[in-house]
């Protein structure tokens, strides 16, 4: 069975964060910046010194097959849950976005 790449976007907000959590955020803002967030296999969680909303992208690989899609969503939500526990912080309402890197079409010039 072969493989699919997908790329997964998981966005929501942290929850019940009190002060001592928030101030470790806060310490840690310049490693979470949006604009050093990449598609990685590791997952990259990014947030704004605000601390309400989050999002975390990661790069998932699947078995093709009915449902990979499902699949790579679940990998995803569960890269992200693991990234905020690895920071001690709780999340809720998540969404989830998953593209195929495998179907997206190059448009050379």
Do not use: C
């Not at 069975?1 to 019940?16: C, E, H, I, P």
């Not at 992208?57 to 890269?79: C, H, I, K, M, N």
């Amino acid at each position: 069975m072969s493989a699919r790449t997908y790329r997964v976007v998981v966005r929501g907000f942290f929850d019940g964060l009190d002060g001592e959590r928030r101030a470790a955020l806060v310490a840690r803002l310049a490693d979470h910046d949006l604009f050093a967030s990449a598609f990685t296999e590791d997952g990259t969680l990014s947030y704004d010194e605000q601390l309400s909303a989050f999002s975390h992208r990661v790069l998932v690989r699947v078995d093709a097959g009915p449902g990979e899609e499902t699949d790579a969503a679940t990998a995803g939500e569960l890269s992200a849950l693991e990234a905020l526990d690895r920071l001690g912080v709780s999340a809720r309402r998540l969404r989830v976005a998953v593209t195929s890197v495998d179907d997206v079409k190059v448009r050379r010039r």
